[in-house]
């Protein structure tokens, strides 16, 4: 591709690029617990890889809805992008202030985490206080805040590389978990005991302990859309997104699918279940007392490649949202390198005070609320747009249509409003913290902080 002029986005990411995004900003440290809290819900192993499969095909039905719309418009913002088609600007700007605000929130948690599991691996020597759990989660926001800086170039590399650390460390497990011999008491492998306490349950209980699974599984699958907010960035998004979105979502899946038999492999299903982090158990009964640390170095690798994701993707909502005259136009700003840098600043910015505001278990709650929303805004966009605009080019459509989208919005609905049900006040302030983009923009248009809405549709920019 020839050198492009400062102040744009590159258009320098291929095929390559969007897998590791995809893995990257999907894989984190919750795939080492999550298969625990599954086989909690379930009775056997095969209905617990049943649980990951169903997760899985889920999350691949979402794919194949938002790569139509992502090859269709392909656009730097997100989510923000398809609202804005399909809805207009106030619909736009409350997606993508939601989908900014719950990115924000996530980077502090991993940050908090990278800074928890860092700690644990320092020598004794040093004191094991909050304050150096905080500092190395600071630290570790400046570190991946430095590389954005330095460009696009720097920070795909660097995602690039942190994906394939965290598929070769995954692999590794599961070879470990398959190849070498278990050191658990005899008493933990009797056959009697691997049998869940589902088994004998009622169908109602039992059906509400599949939906528990499935929530959980379903949770960690989440992240599966963060090709979309480079949309704009690669060379040839007609091809490359879909395949990105769809390829990613399969590699994860097997992923998924591997790591859990290779745990059921070693370690019998009550056992399983009652871990709190079933793959530190597994590695223990295999390496014995190294495997507690291994496994906390794969949960950080894990998460340091879902915050290079996350510290990569939020600054692009910005940017898309100051571009369109949504934010003020500061937002906007990319240097040569072809990072948004003031859109990075205040991310970044915004994940430290969360950061050094402490426990935030009650805010965490509230961004996973205001991320389930986000695929539920994508699929009304797509169905909007297939009926307002059947003419729009579309180089991807989505298979089976309309048969995936109902699927996807049914599930996601589903789990929008059991969340709420479940914790009112929450659902309240996430609520309340979305509606206060309107009254702001309203704010800054008076004060002409904003520009106004173009004439007509957004039209996606045009390749170089």
Known sequence: MPDQPPGRLLHILGLGFGLAGAVGGTIGAGILRTPGLVAAQLPSGPLVLGAWLVGGLYALLGAVCIAELAAALPQAGGWYVYAERAFGRRAGLLVGWTDWLAHCIGLAWVATTVGEYGQALLPAAIPQEPFVATLLALLTISLFTLIQLRGLR?????????????????????????????????????????????????????????????????????????????????????????????????????????????????????????????????????????????????????????????????????????????????????????????????????????????????????????????????????????????????????????????????????????????DPAIALAAAALVALALPGALLAERLGWLTPAPEGPPSAPTPP
Request: charged letters at 5%; a neutral charge; glycine letters at 8%.
């Open 154 to 422: 720097a920070s795909s590399a660097s995602q690039l590389w942190l994906s394939l650390a965290k598929a070769v460390a995954f692999l590794a497990l599961v070879a470990g978990c398959f190849l070498l011999p278990s050191a658990l008491p005899a008493a933990a492998t009797q056959p009697g005991l691997a049998v869940a306490p589902q088994l004998a349950e009622q169908p109602p209980a039992a059906a509400l302990a599949a939906v528990l699974a499935l929530q959980a599984v379903i949770t960690t699958y989440d992240g599966w859309a963060s090709p979309v907010y480079f949309a704009e960035e690669f060379s040839d998004p007609a091809r490359d997104l879909p395949r990105s979105l769809i390829g990613g979502v399969l590699a994860v899946m097997a992923l998924y699918l591997l790591i859990n038999a290779a745990l059921l492999h070693v370690l019998p299903l009550p056992l399983l279940a009652q871990a709190t982090l079933p793959a530190a158990v597994a590695a223990t009964a295999l390496v014995g007392p190294l495997g507690g640390a291994l496994i906390t170095a794969v949960a950080l690798v894990a998460l340091l490649g879902l915050i290079n994701t996350v510290v990569m993707a939020a600054p692009r909502i910005l940017y898309g949202l100051g571009r369109d005259g949504l934010l003020p136009a500061f937002t906007s700003q990319v240097n040569a390198g072809g990072t948004p840098t003031a859109a990075l600043l205040l991310t970044s910015g915004a994940a430290t005070l969360l950061v050094l505001a402490g426990s935030f278990q009650q805010l965490l709650a509230l961004g996973a609320l205001l991320y389930v929303s986000l695929p539920l805004a994508g699929i009304a966009a797509l169905v909007a747009l297939r009926w307002r605009e059947p003419d729009l080019p579309r180089p991807f459509r989505s298979w089976a249509y309309p048969l995936p989208p109902l699927l996807v919005a049914a599930v996601s609905l589903a789990f929008l409003i059991g969340a709420a049900a479940s």
